[in-house]
C-alpha cells in the first residue's frame, strides 16, 4: 500500500475511560462523529480525486473503534465496504484498544473488508499502562496481537514513549516486546502533554517529569534502527502536524519534522561509530540513494556537527546499501 489512507476519524465514543494523555478532540482536530452517510460522503468525493484507489485504504482513526457501539460499528463499516472493490479502495483499516478484540469482532471485522488492525499498546509495562489510565494490560496487547494475526489481518502496533512512570530503559523494554510479537508496522508517539489531561496537570504540578527533547529523539532513532534491523516497518514516529496539537501543548515531544530529526540522529550515529574519535579530514559517506538528505541531517545539522569536529562530509548516494546502512571513505589532512 502506497498511496496513503482516506483518513475517518472516530472520536472518543467508544471509550470506556479516559487515558492520562488523551484529549481525543485535539488529537483528531475533529469533534463530530462520522455518520454512514457523511462516510459515504468522504469516499465518494476521496474515490473521484485519486489516481490510484487500489493503493489506498479506508482508515478509522482516533478512537477506540471496535469498542464503540455494535450497530454503529457495522453501520460506518457497511458504508466504507461499499467503496471496496476492484475499481475502487483497496481495504479498510482501524485502530483499535487491546481489550476490544476477540473472536467475534474479528469476524465481522473481516466480513467488513477490513485489512489492517493498529492496536493501541503504548507501553508493555504494566504499571505505566496502570499509572496513565489506559485500562488494558500488556498481556491484552499480546491476546490480541496473536488473535488478530491468527485471522490473517495486517498488524500494527502503536506505542508511547515518555509517558508518565515510564523512563528510557522501560521504553526500549516495550520496544523489545514489540519485536517479539512481530508487528508487520509500528507507530511511534513520543508523548505529547496536551491541556485539559490529567498528564497535563501532573506535568504542571511538577510529578510528572519529561526527559529532554533531544534524549527523546535518541531514543526514538535507537527504535527506528531497532524496528528496521527487525523487518518491522515504521509508518510514523511523531503526531501529525497540526496546529491543534501545537496550540494545546503544555509539554511533552512535538515537532513537525519529528522523524526526520530521528533519522538525522540515525545516521549520526551510524557515522560516528566508524570514524575514529580524532579523525579530522574529509569523510565520504555513501548512503541508499533516497537518504541523502537524511544523512546531511534535518537542516544539514549532521554536516555541521561534523564540520565542528573538523570533518567534512561529503554524502554519496550507493544503489548497493539499504536505509539506515552506510560506507564511509576517508582522507586524513
Ligand atoms: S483509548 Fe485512545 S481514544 Fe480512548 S481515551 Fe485512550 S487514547 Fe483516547
Given at each position: 500500500m502506497s498511496g496513503g489512507n482516506i483518513s475517518i476519524f472516530v472520536p472518543?465514543?467508544?471509550?470506556p475511560n479516559m487515558c492520562s494523555f488523551c484529549n481525543q478532540r485535539t488529537i483528531s482536530g475533529e469533534t463530530n462523529a462520522p455518520t454512514a452517510e457523511s462516510v459515504r460522503e468522504v469516499c465518494e468525493f476521496a474515490l473521484k480525486q485519486a489516481?490510484?484507489?487500489?493503493?489506498m485504504q479506508i482508515a478509522f482513526f482516533g478512537g477506540s473503534f471496535t469498542a464503540i457501539d455494535r450497530e454503529y460499528m457495522t453501520e460506518l463499516l457497511e458504508a466504507a465496504s461499499g467503496f471496496v472493490s476492484d475499481n475502487g479502495f483497496s481495504g479498510i483499516r482501524i485502530s483499535t484498544r487491546p481489550?476490544?478484540?476477540?473472536e467475534e469482532i474479528l469476524g465481522i471485522l473481516m466480513h467488513y473488508g477490513v485489512r489492517a488492525i493498529e492496536l493501541g499498546?503504548?507501553?508493555?509495562n504494566d504499571e505505566v499502562l496502570l499509572a496513565n489510565d489506559r485500562g488494558h494490560s500488556a498481556e491484552d496487547v499480546r491476546r490480541a496481537s496473536a488473535l488478530i494475526k491468527s485471522f490473517g489481518f495486517e498488524l500494527g502496533l502503536q506505542i508511547m514513549t515518555g509517558?508518565?512512570?515510564?523512563?528510557p530503559d522501560i521504553d526500549l523494554d516495550t520496544m523489545r516486546e514489540v519485536i517479539r510479537i512481530k508487528p508487520d508496522t509500528v507507530r511511534i508517539y513520543p508523548t505529547v502533554i496536551l491541556n485539559g489531561t490529567k498528564l497535563g496537570e501532573l506535568y504542571q504540578s511538577g510529578e510528572y517529569k519529561t526527559v529532554s527533547f533531544d534524549d527523546m529523539v535518541k531514543l526514538c532513532a535507537k527504535m527506528l534502527l531497532e524496528f528496521r534491523k527487525n523487518g518491522?516497518?515504521?509508518?510514523?514516529?511523531?503526531?501529525?502536524?497540526?496546529d491543534n496539537v501545537s496550540g494545546e501543548q503544555v509539554g511533552g515531544f512535538y515537532h513537525p519534522a519529528f522523524k526526520e530529526l530521528c533519522e538525522s540522529e540515525v545516521y549520526k550515529s551510524l557515522i560516528k561509530a566508524q570514524l575514529p574519535d580524532d579523525f579530522k579530514g574529509s569523510a565520504t559517506v555513501l548512503v541508499a540513494d533516497d537518504c541523502i538528505s537524511k544523512a546531511l541531517g534535518h537542516k544539514k545539522s549532521n554536516a555541521e556537527y561534523f564540520s565542528r569536529r573538523g570533518v567534512s562530509l561529503n554524502v554519496k548516494g550507493d544503489g548497493a546499501l539499504d536505509k539506515y546502512q552506510c560506507r564511509i571513505i576517508t582522507q586524513e589532512t
Amino acid at each position: 500500500m502506497s498511496g496513503g489512507n482516506i483518513s475517518i476519524f472516530v472520536p472518543h465514543i467508544g471509550c470506556p475511560n479516559m487515558c492520562s494523555f488523551c484529549n481525543q478532540r485535539t488529537i483528531s482536530g475533529e469533534t463530530n462523529a462520522p455518520t454512514a452517510e457523511s462516510v459515504r460522503e468522504v469516499c465518494e468525493f476521496a474515490l473521484k480525486q485519486a489516481k490510484s484507489p487500489q493503493t489506498m485504504q479506508i482508515a478509522f482513526f482516533g478512537g477506540s473503534f471496535t469498542a464503540i457501539d455494535r450497530e454503529y460499528m457495522t453501520e460506518l463499516l457497511e458504508a466504507a465496504s461499499g467503496f471496496v472493490s476492484d475499481n475502487g479502495f483497496s481495504g479498510i483499516r482501524i485502530s483499535t484498544r487491546p481489550d476490544a478484540i476477540n473472536e467475534e469482532i474479528l469476524g465481522i471485522l473481516m466480513h467488513y473488508g477490513v485489512r489492517a488492525i493498529e492496536l493501541g499498546a503504548q507501553s508493555m509495562n504494566d504499571e505505566v499502562l496502570l499509572a496513565n489510565d489506559r485500562g488494558h494490560s500488556a498481556e491484552d496487547v499480546r491476546r490480541a496481537s496473536a488473535l488478530i494475526k491468527s485471522f490473517g489481518f495486517e498488524l500494527g502496533l502503536q506505542i508511547m514513549t515518555g509517558l508518565y512512570k515510564s523512563t528510557p530503559d522501560i521504553d526500549l523494554d516495550t520496544m523489545r516486546e514489540v519485536i517479539r510479537i512481530k508487528p508487520d508496522t509500528v507507530r511511534i508517539y513520543p508523548t505529547v502533554i496536551l491541556n485539559g489531561t490529567k498528564l497535563g496537570e501532573l506535568y504542571q504540578s511538577g510529578e510528572y517529569k519529561t526527559v529532554s527533547f533531544d534524549d527523546m529523539v535518541k531514543l526514538c532513532a535507537k527504535m527506528l534502527l531497532e524496528f528496521r534491523k527487525n523487518g518491522i516497518k515504521v509508518i510514523r514516529c511523531g503526531l501529525h502536524a497540526s496546529d491543534n496539537v501545537s496550540g494545546e501543548q503544555v509539554g511533552g515531544f512535538y515537532h513537525p519534522a519529528f522523524k526526520e530529526l530521528c533519522e538525522s540522529e540515525v545516521y549520526k550515529s551510524l557515522i560516528k561509530a566508524q570514524l575514529p574519535d580524532d579523525f579530522k579530514g574529509s569523510a565520504t559517506v555513501l548512503v541508499a540513494d533516497d537518504c541523502i538528505s537524511k544523512a546531511l541531517g534535518h537542516k544539514k545539522s549532521n554536516a555541521e556537527y561534523f564540520s565542528r569536529r573538523g570533518v567534512s562530509l561529503n554524502v554519496k548516494g550507493d544503489g548497493a546499501l539499504d536505509k539506515y546502512q552506510c560506507r564511509i571513505i576517508t582522507q586524513e589532512t
